[in-house]
């Protein structure tokens, strides 16, 4: 690993704001590494928005660009560091307790987790990352780390016993483009599950939102929990977690990190059983899911949690008299509702001209119905055009609650 001379740490502090792509076509000074200049302004730039809390520490390295955007964001650790918290607490989990990454990367979840255990072993096949790794350890204080540079997928009888495994495969071919299926990620957990198992109590897996979940655990066995993780109604994560222990079926949570921490649960034991609830109207509110929620599914256990009625089978949204203040989604005030003869139309749409426009469930894209209705985008209210259980179609006025 090449590491900065006193005088490209310096140009990378003076030029820490400035636009990396300008700074490429300038001149660097003498003695000045350009390149690895670069690197890390790019590296803490993207680091000062996705990982906040490295940038206040002095001398960390940033890798090449691709792994800065693979790596986790800090608020994503941060809710793995809870998960694992809660996983370990629930056993009876000896105090010499270990954790292994067996993917790490540039370390982002392998630092918030690690020091939840007296030991932690952080694995990785690039060499470059596993010094980048070994800098920046000591940095942020994990003195109890060991790093290991080899390929987990192929060292499999030297892992060692652990309280809980976590792994990030590859999603990318050897062409560079993405993969979604498990069987094609890197390295392929379908081959590895049952040694992880013996030697892990828990396995926690890591994988791209836009992977099916029936079909992954259709793959893998003994998952006891699946996580599907938005940020700011943005889905980022999916999170599995494997057990030593057999496992009758999951519990799905459909996570949502914004201003506060929503989690919806449930069964899909439960959700097969429950009955849909249908309006016959439109109340007082309308609901939107987050999109772990539209991810997961629990349709019917929406209604049945949060006693609100859905306003058709596939239209995804939900309405209701009263405020239910902790729903996992939007939530907004209904102001008016028409569906599409002129009057109608006339009526509701004379004083407006700019909404936020959502389709559910309507045979028309955002683009016609805009142009239709003469809407400009963006402004303070809501129009959803959807489906009733009637088969009519509506369009809803609203304002966020």
């Known amino acids: 690993m090449e590491f900065l001379n006193d005088l490209t740490r310096q140009f990378i502090q003076d030029h820490l704001h400035d636009d990396?792509?300008?700074?490429?076509?300038?001149?660097?000074?003498?003695?000045?590494?350009?390149?690895?200049?670069?690197?890390?302004?790019?590296?803490?730039?993207?680091?000062?928005?996705?990982?906040?809390?490295?940038?206040?520490?002095?001398?960390?390295?940033?890798?090449?660009?691709?792994?800065?955007?693979?790596?986790?964001?800090?608020?994503?650790?941060?809710?793995?560091?809870?998960?694992?918290?809660?996983?370990?607490?629930?056993?009876?989990?000896?105090?010499?307790?270990?954790?292994?990454?067996?993917?790490?990367?540039?370390?982002?979840?392998?630092?918030?987790?690690a020091p939840l255990f007296e030991r932690a072993v952080y694995i990785e096949r690039n060499e470059t990352l596993c010094q980048i790794a070994k800098h920046n350890f000591k940095i942020l204080g994990l003195t109890h780390a060991d790093i290991l540079n080899i390929d987990s997928s192929t060292s499999v009888d030297i892992l060692p016993?652990?309280?809980?495994?976590?792994?990030?495969?590859?999603?990318?071919?050897?062409?560079?483009?993405?993969?979604?299926?498990?069987?094609?990620?890197e390295p392929n957990l379908t081959e590895l599950q049952d040694t992880l198992r013996k030697k892990a109590t828990y396995c926690v897996i890591k994988l791209s939102p836009m992977l099916d979940i029936s079909m992954a655990l259709k793959s893998l066995n003994n998952i006891s929990e699946v996580h599907v993780v938005s940020v700011q109604n943005e889905c980022k994560e999916l999170l599995l977690v494997m057990s030593r222990h057999e496992v009758e079926e999951p519990i799905f949570h459909c996570v949502n990190i914004g201003k506060s921490l929503s989690d919806f649960t449930f069964l899909q034991k439960n959700e097969a059983a429950s009955e849909y609830r249908f309006a016959d109207g439109i109340?007082?509110?309308?609901?939107?899911?987050?999109?772990?929620?539209?991810?997961?599914?629990?349709?019917?256990?929406?209604?049945?949690?949060?006693?609100?009625?859905?306003?058709?089978?596939?239209?995804?949204?939900?309405?209701?008299?009263?405020?239910?203040?902790?729903?996992?989604?939007?939530?907004?005030?209904?102001?008016?509702?028409?569906?599409?003869?002129?009057?109608?139309?006339?009526s509701m749409f004379n004083d407006l001209k700019q909404a936020n426009l959502t389709i559910r469930n309507f045979p028309a894209t955002v683009a016609d119905l805009r142009k239709r209705l003469k809407l400009k985008d963006g402004g303070e209210d809501y129009i959803f055009a959807t489906t009733t259980v009637n088969d009519t179609h509506i369009l809803i006025r609203c304002k966020k609650v």
Not at 162 to 185: H, L
Not at 312 to 333: A, E, K
């Open 283 to 346: 109340g007082k509110y309308l609901y939107e899911p987050d999109t772990s929620v539209m991810k997961c599914g629990g349709f019917r256990s929406l209604c049945t949690q949060y006693a609100i009625d859905k306003l058709h089978p596939h239209s995804h949204l939900y309405t209701s008299d009263s405020l239910i203040t902790d729903f996992p989604g939007r939530t907004f005030v209904v102001m008016s509702q028409c569906g599409f003869n002129k009057q109608e139309l006339k």
């Open 161 to 185: 016993e652990a309280t809980c495994f976590f792994i990030d495969p590859a999603r990318r071919d050897k062409q560079g483009k993405k993969t979604v299926a498990i069987e094609d990620c």
């Open 20 to 113: 990396v792509r300008s700074l490429a076509l300038r001149h660097a000074p003498q003695g000045v590494d350009l390149r690895l200049a670069l690197q890390q302004i790019e590296g803490w730039q993207l680091a000062s928005k996705k990982i906040p809390s490295w940038t206040e520490k002095d001398g960390l390295l940033y890798p090449p660009r691709i792994s800065m955007e693979q790596c986790s964001s800090e608020q994503t650790a941060l809710y793995k560091q809870k998960l694992i918290k809660r996983l370990i607490s629930d056993c009876d989990i000896h105090p010499n307790s270990t954790f292994v990454d067996l993917t790490g990367g540039f370390g982002i979840d392998f630092s918030f987790i």
